[in-house]
T-cell receptor
Framework: TQLLEQSPQFLSIQEGENLTVYCNSS?????LQWYRQEPGEGPVLLVTVVTGGEVKKLKRLTFQFGDARKDSSLHITAAQPGDTGLYLC???????????WGAGTKLIIKP | NAGVTQTPKFRILKIGQSMTLQCAQD?????MYWYRQDPGMGLKLIYY???????DKGEVPNGYNVSRSTTEDFPLRLELAAPSQTSVYFC??????????FGPGTRLTVT
């Protein structure tokens, strides 16, 4: 069974703090995506990383793909209430057409 | 572009009833997916399609059926609804197998 484990499952912090969410697997992925889902809506794609060691920045969000392409992290600097949501990572393998999904990290940023 | 649309938004079914969840996309994507998301959980793949006329089972296909007669439409059929099928159902489509665009979801309750 291919698993993608996210940690922490839940995180509640004050506005202005920094945080990191992790996504780990024993499997190697050809690419990994991060999505954000707000209550009552579908997930929205934030970023795709494809190269081991790759770092991508999206304003205050920094995404990193591990050198071995088995893990990824999402770092948020100076979190704001608008960052509140469920963050999902999903890994893709060339061997099938399916994404392997993490269970998600529920993030709450308190003003 | 409307993106991915899903109908209905909400539905309550009695045990044993059947229904079809509609999904349509106007992005000319070949790949389409049906997921279910239980409270506090990630996404589980029910069925997917790599093009018109081609469908395949995902992780949790039992109790469901799909068809893909056109590129645009990918309906999901529930036969003999059971309480275990109470969930939020998301349809997604993509140009590549991994960068998926999601609809707003259908919230289904089976009582």
């Amino acid at each position: 069974t291919q698993l993608l484990e996210q940690s922490p499952q839940f995180l509640s912090i004050q506005e202005g703090e920094n945080l990191t969410v992790y996504c780990n697997s024993s499997s190697v992925f050809s690419s990994l995506q991060w999505y954000r889902q707000e209550p009552g809506e579908g997930p929205v794609l934030l970023v795709t990383v494809v190269t081991g060691g790759e770092v991508k920045k999206l304003k205050r969000l920094t995404f990193q793909f591990g050198d071995a392409r088995k893990d990824s992290s999402l770092h948020i600097t100076a979190a704001q209430p608008g960052d509140t949501g469920l963050y999902l990572c999903a890994g893709f393998m060339d061997s099938n057409y399916q994404l392997i999904w993490g269970a998600g990290t529920k993030l709450i940023i308190k003003p | 572009n409307a993106g991915v649309t899903q109908t209905p938004k909400f539905r309550i079914l009695k045990i044993g009833q059947s229904m079809t969840l509609q999904c349509a996309q106007d992005m000319n994507h070949n790949y389409m997916y049906w997921y279910r998301q239980d409270p506090g959980m990630g996404l589980k793949l029910i069925y997917y399609s790599v093009g018109a006329g081609i469908t395949d089972k995902g992780e949790v296909p039992n109790g469901y059926n799909v068809s893909r007669s056109t590129t645009e439409d990918f309906p999901l059929r529930l036969e003999l609804a059971a309480p275990s099928q109470t969930s939020v159902y998301f349809c997604a489509s993509s140009f590549t197998p991994y960068e998926q665009y999601f609809g707003p979801g259908t919230r289904l309750t089976v009582t």
